[in-house]
């Protein structure tokens, strides 16, 4: 999983920010910073400051010749720094804008400082579905708009908490609304806020590995979360309410880093699709429109946690809106809503009414299948082709609800998620499966009975804390696995890379602080598998690995994979001198399933070809594969790619690791990730972890460049079906990555020769399988 997706649900930090984009200079005297909006040059940037004089304004036609001035929105970011922000386009041509009557007393929008109302608005409390304010009590005669209870048979029925706060919210809903409409002071959320806004711009954001992250179960199994980048970013919040905007503008949605946008009190009859790449966005207020439809890519926002949406025109909302699994509060009071979801918030409140949209919805249209892509045509049939397919297959006990509140738990279950995965792979038919985040008992009873029926043999280590435990609790825990086309490939050996244990006995390392407090605690491990071809004698290694997750452990898992690589170097070696197998049809060949059930003779297999001899340990071909939990731009990367990496890199900050930090790592390998072949195409794999909050390549298929090449890739998920998809598993989808699939041709060897054929003797230690 993206450990970790665990690679992290996303982190959510508690408070909001308090940088927001304001517009008038304020009673108060504080100054805000203009607002500037040039598109001649491109989507403003966010983080860059327009020249002092330049031509930044909208053009006189964007509004109406009586349109104050003074009321263009200004953003409020650090101090002297203007930031640049798409404007929206048909405004009216006055300043008042009428709107749909509301029944209400027209009130001054001063800040409400009593801990109440201003809080109820924009603090923490306009959130919490905790105990109301006593300013609020839910008496019949303070409940506003005549809500005061809904009957049943002529019975009253009692307001509940959830109830009585969005009829609260609605309340200063319709106080912003008289303010910015009848008032003509529009931006009332900017006003309302300013006073937190002064000094913004502070110190940026952390990042790389001292960016401070948690420990707890929003930040398990990601690498890190998008929203601890390290791009700085001064504001976050726009406030655009109370301008007659009919239409939003395209350029707006470029600025995907917004976390509240406010456009209450426009003329907007919907929201676009677009909507649905603001994915960091906490707080939707857009009470007083028209609008009368959701998209359903509104249901892509996951994180956010208020939808207002006070006094529109909804009748229905879409069932993607069941993807909202953090939301709060959706303020929907004023809606000619359907009568069964407006039951469902009035008595359970809106989780309740998120998780009916979510288990009610039904099973989408699957996507388009994935494509084959041919990387290399006009390949010499006589050329040995092998078939390389990599998952995370995400364990069970890690696809809990409270990681993937956004899947249905019908997709979420293991029941059907092991039938989805099996069919993946038998439809794939590789001839090696590498899987990680799989359990002993699921491989044992599960796995490998189904996959025998499809010619695999496999072989599984769990995690070493299997071993400290009870033969029963040992049976879940998740570790790696390899599987074989058994009629084509022979096991000749087999090896477990138990990283920490390797780490805490060498001589170099073994007295150091940093490999017992940081390398010993991380249990993950590697598989390092010497396969022989039947029919051609060719011989391959095959590695599978999962690293640790954690964003702050980027120096454990380049010191693991250093480990692993130290390891294929090590065995390759002895690899290159290992016997030639005497008699291979001596080996038994397993019978499948339909062979079992067929009556006739089994036809005979080709003759097996002499095993063949490596002149070093670079010789054998090599593929490298597995869930790295590191990025392209990773230490991780650079060591697999590059063969060596500095013991001055930057990714083992202070700590210290013996002969790694002293003279660095390397590996003798020529080694490339199958999947650049398509950089730069538009079948780029753009992922292999596709979770809300991150989405990155992190599963990789490392191969010997001297001894291998790529004919055919598996290509990526299809581009249209994810746009209203926040993240896996889901019903076509059932593990947080993808699969990544390579086929290669292995290269004709100019100097190939074949070795004596010895017998083994009684005494031999061969692990053939």
């Known amino acids: 999983m993206a450990d970790g997706h665990r690679h992290l649900l996303q982190s959510f930090p508690a408070p909001l920010p308090s940088h927001f984009s304001s517009i008038n200079p304020i009673a108060n005297g504080l100054l805000l910073n203009t607002l500037l909006s ?36 200004r953003l409020n ?15 009216q041509q006055q300043a008042a804008h009428p709107h749909q009557p509301h029944a209400q007393h027209h009130q001054s929008i001063q800040p409400d400082h009593s801990g109440h109302g201003g809080a109820g608005l924009m603090g923490p409390s306009t959130f919490s579905s905790g105990v109301l304010s006593n300013a609020s009590p839910f008496t019949g005669n303070n409940l506003q708009n005549g809500h005061a209870t809904t009957t049943r048979g002529g019975q009253a029925q009692p307001v509940t908490e959830h109830w009585g706060e969005q009829l609260r919210l609605r309340k200063e809903a319709e106080r912003a609304h008289v303010a910015m409409t009848e008032q003509h002071q529009p931006h009332y959320y900017a006003r309302l806020k300013a006073p937190e806004n002064r000094g913004i711009g502070g110190a940026s954001l952390g990042s790389g590995n001292s960016a401070s992250t948690g420990d707890g179960e929003d930040d398990r199994r990601r690498p890190w979360s998008i929203d601890k980048s390290n791009k700085r970013q001064d504001w976050h919040n726009l406030d655009m309410s109370g301008q007659g905007l009919r239409v939003l503008s395209p350029a707006l949605f470029s600025y995907q880093f917004l976390q509240e946008l406010y456009i209450a009190s426009n003329r907007l009859t919907y929201l676009p699709s677009d909507i649905g790449k603001l994915r960091h966005m906490r707080v939707l207020e857009a009470s007083n429109n028209m609008i009368s439809e959701l998209p359903p890519e509104t249901g892509m926002c996951t994180n956010l946690k208020s939808l207002l949406l006070f006094d529109n025109q909804i009748r229905d909302l879409p069932f993607e809106l069941g993807s909202l699994y953090l939301l709060e509060m959706l303020g929907i ?13 009035m008595e359970r409140g809106t989780k309740s009414l998120v998780n009916m949209l979510r288990e009610q919805a039904p099973v989408p249209m699957p996507p388009t299948p994935r494509k084959p892509i041919v990387v290399q045509e006009d390949v010499s049939p006589s050329l040995e082709r092998v078939k390389v397919f990599t998952w995370n297959i995400l364990c069970d006990k890690f696809a809990t609800t409270s990681l993937y509140g956004y899947t249905p738990t019908g997709a979420l279950s293991w029941e059907y998620r092991r039938e989805r995965i099996i069919q993946e792979i038998r439809d794939r038919d590789a001839d090696i499966l590498c899987l990680q985040e799989i359990a002993t008992d699921v491989f044992r009873d599960f796995f490998s009975p189904e996959l ?3 010619d695999y043999k496999g072989i599984h280590w769990p995690r070493p804390k299997a071993k400290t435990m009870s033969e029963k609790d040992a049976q879940v825990v998740d570790g790696c696995a390899v599987f074989y086309k058994a009629s084509k490939w022979i096991l000749l050996d087999r090896q477990l890379i138990d990283y920490a244990n390797i780490a805490i006995n060498r001589p170099d390392m073994k007295n150091q602080h940093d490999i017992f407090n940081r390398v010993m605690p991380k249990d993950n491990i590697g598989i390092i598998c010497f396969f022989e071809s039947r029919y051609t004698g060719s011989r391959m290694i095959v590695a ?11 120096d454990v898992k380049l010191v693991q994979t250093a480990i ?25 060949m397993p019978l499948s399933l339909e062979d079992s059930n067929n009556l006739e003779p089994r036809r005979e297999a080709p003759e097996p070809c002499p095993s063949q001899e490596y002149r070093n340990n670079t010789d054998i071909p090599l593929l490298v594969c597995g869930d790295y939990n590191s990025t392209a731009d990773s230490s991780v990367y650079e060591l697999l790619n590059l063969g060596r990496v500095s013991p001055t890199h930057s990714d083992f900050g202070t ?10 790592i390397e590996h003798p390998f020529s080694m490339r990730s199958a999947y650049v072949h398509l950089d730069g195409t538009p079948d780029e794999l753009a992922f292999t972890n596709y979770v809300p909050g991150f989405a990155e390549v992190i599963d990789y298929i490392w191969y010997s460049t001297n001894t291998l090449e790529v004919v055919e890739l598996l290509g990526p998920p299809d581009r249209q079906h994810l746009k209203r998809v926040p993240g896996f598993p889901n019903y076509h989808f059932p593990a947080d990555h993808i699969q990544i699939m390579a086929e290669f041709v292995i290269k004709a060897r100019k100097d190939k020769k074949m070795v004596v054929e010895p017998d083994f003797g009684s005494g031999s230690n061969d692990r053939r399988g």
Do not use: C
Request: no cysteine.
């Open 544 to 554: 599978n690995t999962h690293l640790a997750w954690e964003p702050t452990l980027a």
């Open 452 to 454: 025998a029926q499809s």
């Open 38 to 73: 040039h598109f001649a040059a491109g989507p403003p940037s966010p983080s860059q400051t327009p020249a002092h004089g330049s031509q930044g304004h909208i053009s006189r036609g964007m509004y109406g010749q009586n349109h104050q001035q003074a009321h263009n929105s």
């Open 333 to 345: 009071e004023g809606n000619p809503l359907n009568p069964t979801m407006k039951e469902e918030i």
């Open 655 to 664: 700590h210290q690791y013996g002969s790694f930090t002293r003279d660095g």
């Open 564 to 588: 692993l690589m130290e390891n294929v170097t090590r065995l390759a070696e002895k690899y290159a001198r290992w016997p030639a197998l005497k008699d291979k049809r001596m080996i038994q």
């Open 77 to 91: 970011g650090a101090p002297g720094r203007q930031q640049a922000m798409p404007m929206l386009y048909n405004f």
